[in-house]
């Protein structure tokens, strides 16, 4: 494969930002649930 | 509460995990190289479903629930966390549309970045949904904070079709669309396992979208709850404080006599 450098970067970035956010929203989500007292999140 | 997602969402994280690895196994390993980009063209199976996604989707959704939130019939909270959840997931997606665009270029143009007519646009709309989302921040009550973001966020949308249009408009550097267009729509410039390796790419981030929507808005909600009750924590001690210095003004006032 030509330009592979770039490509697996552009692969690896992509998939390792998208990883993260994921995982920040998930940690917060779960977080602010402790939080949280049932009567506020109904 | 429980911190765990619905058996559905928890299906669809699944579904998305699969079907992003095989849409990179496709891309990677099955699809042949294209005759005039190359292997480059393996990086087009992750810009073209995140362009796609950001603009039409996710721009489109925030776009469409603040119009509803602006709609007095059809005001609530519900439809300006929707605008934001999806707003911010439209950035991620456009950001690393930029970002994969300029890996791109670099191999097809020699450069990371140039000013041409799509790819300013395209910036100028990443900025423009950007400052959305400072907006949001600004500090106001819930109601004013959310009716200009709604306004902000109409207002962004409107560069969305000089975005779409730019190809045709300007004819710079960046090349045509491969099927959203009145030429391409009906003859696209691609097909057999190109074909498939893209359309499985558009699937599997619309799922990846719908799987962050859900786990996104929930997350907004809860954000929302907690700054209401934190308010009222606030307005409680406030009242608890006023409450206490007028008893002591009575006091004072009356130990002199």
Request: with cysteine; hydrophobic share 50%.
């Amino acid at each position: 494969m030509n330009d592979a450098g770039y490509i697996f970067a552009g692969y690896f970035s992509t998939f390792g930002i998208l990883a993260a956010y994921a995982a920040w929203v998930v940690r917060r989500k779960r977080t602010l649930s402790r939080l949280l007292t049932p009567e506020d999140t109904t | 509460m429980t911190t765990r997602s619905s058996p559905a969402v928890r299906v669809l994280g699944w579904l998305t995990v699969t079907s992003l690895a095989l849409t990179a196994f496709m891309a990677l390993v099955i699809s042949p190289r294209d005759v005039n980009m190359g292997d480059s063209v393996r990086l087009l199976y992750l810009h073209v479903p995140t362009a796609w996604l950001s603009m039409y989707v996710c721009f489109g959704i925030t776009t469409l629930a603040s119009v509803l939130y602006l709609w007095k019939r059809s005001r609530s909270r519900f439809w300006d966390l929707t605008a934001a959840a999806s707003a911010e997931i439209g950035v991620l997606f456009l950001g690393l549309t930029l970002l994969i665009g300029a890996i791109w270029g670099r191999i097809t143009w020699g450069v990371y970045w140039t000013w041409d007519a799509r790819l300013t646009t395209t910036a100028v709309l990443f900025v423009m949904y950007v400052g959305y989302l400072a907006v949001r921040k600004v500090p106001a009550s819930p109601e004013v904070q959310s009716k200009r973001s709604a306004i902000v966020a109409i207002a962004s949308f409107l560069n969305v079709p000089i975005v779409h249009f730019a190809v045709e408009w300007w004819r710079t550097l960046h090349q045509d669309a491969t099927f959203l267009s009145d030429r391409r729509l009906l003859d696209p410039q691609i097909g057999g396992t190109m074909a498939w390796t893209l359309f499985l790419g558009v699937i599997s981030f619309t799922l990846l979208y719908a799987w962050l929507m859900a786990h996104r808005f929930r997350l907004a909600w809860l954000e929302d709850r907690l700054g209401d009750r934190q308010l009222q924590s606030a307005i409680d001690e406030r009242r608890a404080e006023a409450g206490a210095g007028t008893g002591a003004t009575s006091k004072a006032e009356v130990i002199p006599s």
